[in-house]
Every structure is written in structure tokens, then in C-alpha cells.
């Protein structure tokens, strides 16, 4: 079991850099895969990236490729994601997601979600 509470997401202009990060309970943070997804109104969730439990290995949506960086800090129970040259079609609520399992990227292969965190882009 495990909670997540995502943070700093906010308003950027594209072009733009912002960092949310996924805050995790527990000290067992660190056996979850953890993932990103976005979902914009409309649309249905969406794969951005994962993270191995251990960081080792991170896979990326082709969308966000050269653009996105999946992170974690075992240490401090913490996912993030930075993103750089933001782009209006980036605009959405972020939820990060921990799975026991690497490998997948359908949302339905996490068991645990935040509540969101909201990166709007302005064009």
C-alpha cells in the first residue's frame, strides 16, 4: 500500500521549464515502479514515463523524448518529473502511479494514484 500526493505543477509559457514531484508513503517506496501520465479534458490518461524501483532504467513516451526527465529519491519517498521546452499541447493534469511490476505502461497495470497536479502551457 501507498499514498501519493503530486505538487508543482502551475502556469508556464511555452518554451517553458516546470518540475511536479510525487511525494509516496511509507518505507516501502522503494520496491514501486513508478509512472506518469497525463490526461487532458477529453481525452483519455495517457503514458508519459516510468522509473524503475532503483532508477536504474526509465522509458518515455515518444511525445516527451528529449524534452521530459523521470527522477526519483528513494531516500526522500519522491518521484519527479521535469519538463523542459514545454509546448501548449503538454497542457493537463499529471498524475504520477506506483506499480509492484516493471514493464507496463497502460494505466491500468497501476494500483495507486495521486490526486493530479495541473501544468497548464500558454501558446
Known amino acids: 500500500q501507498v499514498q501519493l500526493v503530486e505538487s508543482g505543477g502551475g502556469l508556464v509559457q511555452a518554451g517553458g521549464s516546470l518540475r511536479v514531484s510525487c511525494a509516496a508513503s511509507g518505507r516501502t517506496f522503494s520496491s514501486y515502479t513508478m509512472a506518469w501520465f497525463r490526461q487532458a479534458p477529453g481525452k483519455e490518461r495517457e503514458f508519459v514515463a516510468r522509473i524503475s524501483t532503483n532508477g536504474g532504467s526509465t522509458y518515455y513516451a515518444d511525445f516527451v523524448k528529449g524534452r521530459f526527465t523521470i527522477s526519483r529519491n528513494n531516500a526522500e519517498n519522491t518521484v519527479y518529473l521535469q519538463m523542459n521546452s514545454l509546448k501548449p499541447e503538454d497542457t493537463a493534469v499529471y498524475h504520477c502511479?506506483?506499480?509492484?511490476?516493471?514493464?507496463?505502461?497502460?494505466?491500468?497495470?497501476?494500483?495507486?494514484w495521486g490526486q493530479g497536479t495541473q501544468v497548464t502551457v500558454s501558446s
Open positions: 502511479a506506483a506499480a509492484l511490476l516493471y514493464g507496463m505502461s497502460a494505466p491500468g497495470s497501476y494500483a495507486y
